[in-house]
């Protein structure tokens, strides 16, 4: 099967009804991606396949956790764009920032937004810890979302501080999610199990509701 019509029908096994323009959007965003990644090692998956699902369709799960609307939205730890270059292309009138310290993943990002004449888009420079609010950041978001290796406490230590009063953190997490849920104190939060399209595979969406006490 052409890896564009795996990219379609897995957009539409998640619900998505994607235009042309962001079926071809996605096709230049993995071309770009595997030319950079042979100099600055952006992702260990090399098939094309893998990283339709493990990066473009797994980041697209963020999705059932977000509000309709045009909430604003953080991504923390962006890495390669993930996962908010997709929720982007998916998205395109939501405002993103996505957050990298590393200086060659910046450069990426940048490059990406470029090709894909992205609008509302903002790269920071920096750890999401290191960030604040009216500098850095130019307001608080509605939703701050990570792919990065963050525990849920530590993610909620780290980035709680860039959303507004009311507003989420979302995580993706694997099965161990019950054990760290276990260990949470005093955090609010809802628990949404999914299905990685094309695989089979249960993800859990941890949604930890900030009420201005964290």
């Known amino acids: 099967m052409e890896i564009k019509e795996l990219l379609k029908i897995g957009l539409e096994e998640s ?9 071809d959007a996605f096709m230049t965003y993995l071309s770009e991606l595997k030319k950079w990644n042979k100099a600055y090692n952006l992702t260990g998956l090399e098939k094309d396949e893998d ?5 473009f ?3 697209l799960l963020y999705l059932r956790a977000m509000p309709p609307g045009e909430p604003r939205i953080a991504d923390a730890g962006s890495g390669a764009g993930f996962p908010g270059i997709p929720i982007k292309i998916m998205r395109p009138q939501t405002a993103i920032y996505l957050i990298e310290p590393s200086q060659k993943k910046t450069a990426f990002l940048r490059h990406v937004i470029r090709r894909l004449a992205m609008e509302k888009i903002e790269v920071i420079e920096s750890r999401v810890e290191q960030i604040k609010v009216n500098q850095e950041l130019p307001l608080p978001v509605d939703i701050a979302v990570t792919r990065a290796l963050f525990s849920i406490g530590e993610f909620i230590k780290k980035a709680a501080h ?10 993706n997490k694997g099965p161990k999610v019950k054990e760290e ?7 609010h939060y809802d628990l949404q199990t999914v299905t990685l399209p094309l695989t089979g595979i249960t993800r859990y969406l941890v949604i930890v509701r900030l009420n201005g006490e964290v």
């Open 57 to 59: 369709l797994d980041s």
């Open 15 to 23: 619900g998505l009804l994607p235009s042309n323009e962001q079926i």
């Open 51 to 55: 990283i339709v699902i493990k990066h």
């Open 181 to 187: 849920l276990k260990n949470l104190r005093g955090v």
């Open 162 to 171: 860039i959303v507004k009063r009311g507003g989420s953190l979302v995580l």
